[in-house]
Structure formats: C-alpha cells, structure tokens
C-alpha cells in the first residue's frame, strides 16, 4: 500500500488523508497519443518565477497537468486561489485535501500582477473548494477580478468556479463581478456523481450554469467532462443534451489521468477518433464551441478559444 505524502507544509502530510487507506486501483499503460512534453525553456522558468515570486498556487502544477511544459512556455498559467487545500475530495482530483488556510486578503492584488508580468491578453482563474466559507469564496473570487480589470483592463477573465451549493446568493455575487467566461465543470455523467464527485450534485452544476445564463444572457458560459472513467456514449450524449438545455456556449471533453493508485482508475483510454466523432456530435447539438482530444482541459487553449468563441456568436448573430 502507498501513502501519498506532501512534505511542503511542517512535517509529512499525507496529501489526501482520505485517500491514503484506499486499495491500490490498477494502471493502465498510456496510449502513443497521451505525449506529455517536458518543461525547462526559458519562458517557461521566467512563468514559474512569477507564479513562485507572487506567492501563488496554480492548477497547472497542483493538477499535475499534461500540458504544462506547452502552456508555460505560452505564460499561459492557471490561477488557483484561495489556498492549495480543498474542502471535498472528489476521487479524480490531485489537489491536496483537508482544512484550509484562512483567505489571504492581499491575493487579489497579487495575482493581478502576476497577470500584468505575464503579459496575458486572456487569464483563467479557478479555485480550490471552499465549503468553509459562508459565501463559498464567492466575494474573494469578485476581488481578484476586480484586482486584475485595475492592474490588466486589456485581460479578459475566465473564471473556472466551484458549485457553490448551499451557499444562498453565492453565484449572483460572482456574476456580478463580469467575468468574461464563467466556467463550471460538470466533471463526468450523473450515473458516476457518487464515486467520482460524491460532494456535489449533478442537476445542482447544470442548474448553476443555466442561472448564470439567466443572470447575465451575454456572459459565455462553459463547462467540461473528463472521459474514460467508466462512462458510455449515451450518457455523455444525454449529458451534451442537459448541458444544451442549459444554454452553455462551449463544451470541453479531455481523457481523464490518474493521479496516483489512490485515486479512481481509467476505465480506459478514448481513442483520439471518438474525441473527434464526440466533437462532431457535440457540435450538431447547438455549442458554439467544442474542444474535444484526449489532452483538452478546461484551461488549454483559453485564450485562442475566447477568440473563437467570440467570433461564433458574432457569426450566429449576423446569420
Ligand atoms: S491546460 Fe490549463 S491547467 Fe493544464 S497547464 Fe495548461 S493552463 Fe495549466
């Protein structure tokens, strides 16, 4: 048996308590079309430099992201605020897990100069889960987009958020803030909700990007799945559909990874054909933008896709 252990905070941590008695799940070979690149240029040390200098987390690293050496390389890093610590403890997710730190008041302003070093003309925020919160983190997440139209008005936002459930009023507040793109990830079907997300509630995520919609029809609303975690083609059909009837703009399908043995298992890996054929049928359904290959995450690509993105509601409009 592994026990997973962080040594980054005073004395070994086990990174994920809840995980460390689990069974050792069984890993699969990875495929020839899961290539990670390895990181070191120069651009890609000058990122991390900013990141580290500013004191922040990001989801590229406490993922363990597969693109990091591309996206790095491209200044493109994802922002995780509100700590390196997550109140739930999804089954797929590398990002460590216990009781967190006490929001830092001054991260607002620093992510927006890391935004403003890094040059970025369009910058991905997200989050770890703050169930702890009254609000969720719902006012920390209006700071640091109110930080970064101060520092970077140029940089458009994309906000990657939690669900927020129980938090009455949490959603308007981070509405209100005018992120450019509001991002909620559904994650995986509903049939997989209790092994793979068992804190959150699939009809409550669907609900929350159909509100977003409602609140603020031009908002481009986004969200995403990971395949290979034990799903069929009609759910993740079905789930295209729901996530239609919610009005959301741009869906994204990557291959789910395992972290480590503790973590759920891929089921197994999607070839990159039947990226292509979801990408195909996705697009028949109404999204004005698919992203759909075995290394698509929420965050890759942003920027390039915001432009796309734009353009396609130009075009439907005028169409
Ligand atoms: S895909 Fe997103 S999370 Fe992964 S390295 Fe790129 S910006 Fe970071």
């Known amino acids: 048996m592994v026990t997973i252990l962080d040594t980054r905070k005073a004395g070994p941590q086990p990174r994920h308590p809840e995980k460390a008695h689990r069974p050792d799940t069984p890993v699969q070979k990875k495929p020839s ?59 797929f997710c590398n990002v460590r897990t216990g009781l967190p730190d006490a929001l830092d008041a001054n991260e607002p302003a620093r992510v927006a100069d890391a935004v403003a070093q890094l040059g970025l003309e369009h910058v991905v925020i997200t989050s770890v889960d703050r169930d702890d919160l009254p609000d969720g983190g719902a006012q920390h997440f209006a700071d640091v987009i109110n930080a ?99 009005n959301v703009d741009f869906l994204t399908i990557g291959q789910y990874l395992q972290p480590t043995r503790k973590h759920a298992e891929v089921k197994r890996y999607v070839t990159p054909e039947e990226f292509s054929s979801f990408e195909r049928t996705a697009r028949t359904k109404g999204f004005l933008l698919v992203s759909s290959s075995p290394l698509t995450r929420s965050s890759y690509h942003a920027g390039e896709d915001f432009e796309r993105l734009r353009a396609a509601r130009q075009q439907q409009l005028g169409s």
Request: glycine residues 6%; aromatic residues 6%.
């Open 33 to 91: 079309w899961i290539r990670v690149k390895a990181g070191g240029s120069k651009e890609y040390a000058r990122t991390r430099e900013i990141v580290r200098t500013n004191g922040l987390n990001t989801v590229c690293e406490e993922a363990g992201c597969p693109n990091i050496a591309e996206c790095w390389e491209k200044r493109h890093a994802t922002m995780m605020i509100m700590g390196d610590t997550c109140t739930r403890a999804c089954s």
């Open 148 to 246: 970064i139209r101060r520092q970077a008005p140029k940089t458009t936002i994309e906000i990657l958020t939690p669900d927020f459930l129980r938090k009455e009023g949490a959603l308007e507040i981070v509405v209100e803030a005018k992120p450019d793109v509001f991002n909620h990830n559904l994650e995986t079907v509903p049939g997989l909700y209790l092994k793979i997300r068992p804190g959150a509630r699939y009809f409550h995520s669907l609900r929350l990007l159909q509100r977003v919609k409602e609140l603020d029809p031009a908002m481009f609303t986004k969200s995403g799945i990971m395949v290979g975690l034990g799903e069929d083609r009609e759910q993740v059909l079905q789930l295209m559909d729901d996530l239609r009837s919610a």
